[in-house]
């Protein structure tokens, strides 16, 4: 659903797999072409990265901040397995042509912690992501600390799914090709991971694990002090966001595709 005009912030929904879901896009000023942030939020979402998507609208970037299916008002039940195929609904969504400032040959994708690991490995079945930002992304998705007895808490409470059930998916999507099995190929797009010191969900080294199993582009930036969320280091997440964004070149290296290549590990059948 296209927006019949915009005051820099309108609400978006698409169908993927028959859900419809739901989100906002933060679109810069003027109806030529810009660039695109495609920004995928952890589980279960509390933190959604509103203020990257802003500042970048202010930097002449346009961003979409959406949400899985299950969550936040998106139909359907909640599945750590069906996050990829969200994920490229959004690109489809992107391209469709429904929003005469998105240049759909130059999308970039932002993710944050499950984000984050969703992020590379959408992007290593669609070419058509030219950039990927990771933030505080579990290289392993099974390295995740989450005490026991908390999942509910932590995470189903707010989504629909049961404890029973994101354990049984979880433990299913560990056993599938993960990011430190596929960011190599993101190359020669580039790709920048951050991570914070003291992150307590995802250590840190998890973040420089991903950065040595890529290829170039490549920087890792780990910022020192910060949590999972950088809910106290907001100002350098940020300039190190925009400011990489700000150098790297979107155009599409010789050779590359334009439509998503169907073997992505996020993208079968739950």
Known sequence: MAPAGHEGITGITFDSDGHRLVGVAYLARGHHPKPTALLLHGCPGLEQNLDV????????????????????????????????????????????????????????????????????????????????????????????????????????????TTPAEFLSQLDEVDTRPGPLDVVASISPRPLLVIHGSDDEWIRADQGRLLYERAAEPRRYAEIEGANHAFAWHRTPLLEEIIGWLAEIDLSAPAGACGGPDQTDALGGAP
Do not use: K
């Open 53 to 160: 998507a802003a500042i970048l609208r202010d930097r002449g970037w346009n961003a979409m901040v959406f949400h899985y299916r299950g969550c936040w008002g998106s139909a359907g039940r909640y599945d750590l397995r069906t996050i990829g195929r969200d994920v490229r609904a959004a690109v489809d969504h992107l391209q469709a042509g429904g929003y005469p400032g998105v240049d759909p040959d130059r999308i970039a994708v932002v993710g944050h912690s499950l984000g984050g690991w969703a992020a590379i490995l959408a992007a290593a079945a669609d070419q058509r992501l030219r950039a990927v930002v990771t933030c505080a992304a579990p290289a392993e998705l099974g390295s995740a600390r989450i005490p026991p007895g908390e999942v509910d808490r932590e995470f189903t409470r707010l989504l629909a």
